[in-house]
């Protein structure tokens, strides 16, 4: 089975630019989160998605925003680039809200951003 | 105090050997724990989920003390393949799936 993917791998991006991150989770998993990771920090909650709308957001700005499709595959968006952007950006999956019966969540490869 | 402190680290240790991560978090209401591996440049991958009772999987036992909030993890027999970063995992509660990851400890088995 696939596991969850992300594209791109990579991407340079310059301060003040606009980019959209892709997340395909894992067949059959509704939710989708997406955490920031810096060099040596553990990764940082950004957002999570479930059925198509918003259940959870952590402390970052209005710059950062993100939806979730009828298929579960989810964007996000980060307006207005800034050098301290410049992170692996981590997708999880798991299987969902309602019902949940594990809260196991797992990793897609990840999108490294480098802002310049 | 952060949410999910770890034992900084780095370790460094000859194969064969045990080894113990420790891991403190601040919030009573936390509801599910994990420990998480990843490897340089790469994903977190889930190793093991952290239930009461404690359990184990192979080489690897984890703890969880919910009194003191405290999980820990202890790999025996240690392989040249376990040299990672060991991520202390911790979801708040309800039907919220926001994990709080600890800053992580390296570890590196040396032949």
């Keep these: ?116 | 105090r952060k949410e999910v402190e770890q034992d900084p680290g780095p370790f460094n240790v000859p194969e064969g050997a045990t080894v113990a991560f420790n891991c403190t978090y601040s919030n009573s209401a936390s509801q599910s724990f994990f420990w998480y591996r990843q490897d340089c440049r790469k994903e977190p991958k889930l190793l093991m989920s952290v239930y009461s009772s404690g359990n184990e999987d192979g080489r690897f036992t984890a703890q969880l003390n919910r009194a003191s909030q405290y999980i820990s993890l202890l790999i025996r027999d240690s392989k040249l393949s376990d040299s990672a970063t060991y991520l202390c995992v911790v979801r708040s509660g309800g039907s919220n799936y926001k994990l709080t990851f600890g800053k992580g400890t390296l570890l590196t088995v040396n032949p």
Excluded: M
């Design chain 1, 1 to 116: 089975d696939a596991g969850v993917t992300q594209s791109p791998t990579h991407l340079i991006k310059t301060r003040g630019q606009q980019v959209t991150l892709r997340c395909s989770p894992i067949s059959g998993h509704k939710s989708v989160s997406w955490y920031q990771q810096v060099l040596g920090q553990g990764p940082q909650f950004i957002f999570q998605y479930y059925e198509k709308e918003e259940r959870g957001r952590g402390n970052f700005p209005d710059r950062f925003s993100a939806r979730q499709f009828p298929n579960y595959s989810s964007e996000l968006n980060v307006n207005a680039l800034l050098l301290g952007d410049s992170a692996l950006y981590l997708c999880a999956s798991s299987v969902g809200v309602a019902g949940a019966t594990t809260y196991e969540q797992y990793f897609g490869p990840g999108t490294r951003l480098t802002v310049t």
